[in-house]
């Protein structure tokens, strides 16, 4: 059964790190391009970043460049998202997903392009 499971969600004050984990089972995470997006309460899901399923490649929304940065451990099936500088305005859910793009190289955070999803991990960022 083909399931990513995401990790490390929780509460940090603004300025703070977190560092969010997206593990696979019953599927081999290196084929897969995988992106990160996120949901706020009332609002409509958004691409964070996303890397290619070489791996040599990566892709951030403008909100977040600089502060985040994705990875991937195929040894591991794991795909990383480190955040820091952490706002008010990144608190939401987060959500990896993978799918299968045109090709190897390429990257994207547009939801619609992604087949597999996890249930997501809630960031707060408050004081």
């Known amino acids: 059964q083909l399931q990513l499971v995401e990790s490390g969600g929780g509460l940090v004050q603004p300025g703070g790190s977190l560092r969010l984990s997206c593990a696979a089972s019953g599927f081999t995470l290196g084929y897969y391009a995988i992106g990160w997006f996120r949901q706020a309460p009332g609002k409509e899901r958004e691409g964070v970043s996303g890397?290619?399923?070489?791996?040599?490649?990566?892709s951030y929304a403008d909100s977040v460049k600089g502060r985040f940065t994705i990875s991937r451990d195929n040894a591991q099936n794991t795909v990383y998202l480190q955040m820091n500088s952490l706002k008010p305005e990144d608190a939401a859910v987060y959500y990896c997903a993978a799918g299968v793009l045109r090709h190897p190289r390429e990257t994207s955070i547009a939801p619609h392009r992604y087949n597999y999803w996890g249930q997501g991990t809630q960031v707060t960022v408050s004081s």
């Open positions: 890397i290619s399923a070489s791996g040599g490649i990566t």
